[in-house]
């Protein structure tokens, strides 16, 4: 069985940083692409950073130059450092795996979801 547990939300004000994690087990192929999605309350959910098998990154507008995806492939670990963060941000996250590289256009492309973690900036 497929998990995906997020970890590392909280509140923090604005400029703040916080670091997400993504712990995956269970998942028979040995390479995946990740990606991190998230959504606020009443909007869709949008594509944030996705990383690839061979470690190719692609960002969100809204995010570049703020946001950094990278993984740890020995211990099955992706991460979203998130730096200057912005009202905005806030919203749930969530991390997703496929086998292949999905984007970060269409959500329902990635076959595996987390619960998600809750990241809260006041200004």
């Known amino acids: 069985q497929v998990q995906l547990v997020e970890s590392g939300g909280g509140s923090v004000q604005s400029g703040g940083s916080l670091r997400l994690s993504c712990a995956v087990s269970g998942y028979t192929y040995r390479t995946y692409s990740m990606a991190w999605f998230r959504q606020a309350p009443g909007k869709e959910r949008e594509g944030v950073a996705a990383?690839?098998?061979?470690?190719?990154?692609t960002y969100a507008d809204s995010v570049k130059g703020r946001f950094t995806i990278s993984r740890d492939n020995e211990k099955n670990t992706v991460h979203l450092q998130m730096n200057s963060l912005k009202p905005e941000d806030t919203a749930m996250y969530y991390c997703?795996?496929?086998?292949?590289?999905?984007?970060?256009?269409?959500?329902?492309?990635?076959?595996?979801w987390g619960q998600g973690t809750q990241v809260t900036v006041s200004s």
């Open positions: 990383i690839s098998r061979a470690g190719s990154t």
């Open positions: 997703a795996l496929d086998e292949y590289f999905r984007g970060l256009v269409v959500p329902g492309n990635w076959e595996y």
